[in-house]
């Protein structure tokens, strides 16, 4: 049985992003939710303003489950595809209603230490997935009970999954989260990431239709 969660706060919060594109949030945290770390779940549009507990009303709303990435979300590193990806997801939940669960689960599960060992193998030939194997880590350590346990808290049964990871439908299915369709984000593809996201997409089965980058 999923261990309940329950909303700690709930509070307000302008977002702006680099670009200029801003949008209002409503930024929630909980309280029992097993890794004991300090996820946050933003209400994006139909789903800013309250904890809607009588939606049924309301679409499907449109969640996107996005592991934190300090390189990618705040400093703009190019070899990833993270900040473009939650940029991007932003302004979709924002048009649609729904969910962005801000997951505190840096480089795949290992932490941002072994994140920058991790590149440091890549930068010797090994891809993201061998270098994560090397430093005696899981390819994908990534579990995502505590997004099953926010959306529960938050009386979200079924998703729209915004995400290209056949592996994040799947374990929400298995925690009880209808998903009723999965949804893909854009592909944001430059040569500092090419390498890496064929990786995803030939590796891990992510829906990625790659083009070559000039």
């Known amino acids: 049985m999923l261990p309940l969660a329950t909303v700690r706060t ?3 919060v302008p977002l702006r992003f680099p670009d ?9 945290t909980f309280t029992g939710l097993v890794d004991g770390r300090e ?5 994006l549009g139909d789903h800013a303003t309250t904890l809607r507990r009588d939606a049924d009303d309301l679409p499907v709303p449109l969640v996107r489950p996005h592991s934190e990435c300090l390189t ?4 703009g590193s190019q070899r990833c595809d993270c900040g473009p990806q939650l940029r991007e ?4 939940i924002t048009v649609a209603g729904g969910y962005l669960l801000y997951l505190r689960q840096e480089g795949r599960g290992i932490g941002l230490y072994a994140k920058m060992e991790a590149y440091a193998l890549q930068d010797t030939g090994l891809d993201t997935y061998e270098a994560n194997l090397a430093l005696g880590h899981d390819e994908d350590a990534r579990d995502y009970t505590v997004a099953a ?8 049964t079924r998703v729209a999954l915004l995400s290209n990871n ?3 439908a799947e374990q929400l299915v298995r925690l009880g989260v ?3 369709e999965r949804v893909p984000t854009e592909v944001h593809l430059s040569p500092a990431n090419a390498g890496y996201l064929a990786t995803k997409a030939r590796h891990a089965a992510h829906t990625l239709q790659l083009r070559p980058t000039r």
Do not use: C, I, N, W
């Open 72 to 75: 990618g979300d705040v400093f």
């Open 89 to 92: 997801a932003a302004e979709r």
């Open 10 to 12: 709930q509070v307000q």
């Open 20 to 28: 200029g594109y801003s949008t209002t949030a409503r930024v929630v």
């Open 178 to 180: 209808s998903v009723t």
């Open 149 to 156: 346990q926010m959306l529960r808290a938050l009386d979200v």
């Open 39 to 43: 996820h946050l779940a933003l209400g």
């Open 166 to 168: 056949p592996d994040k």
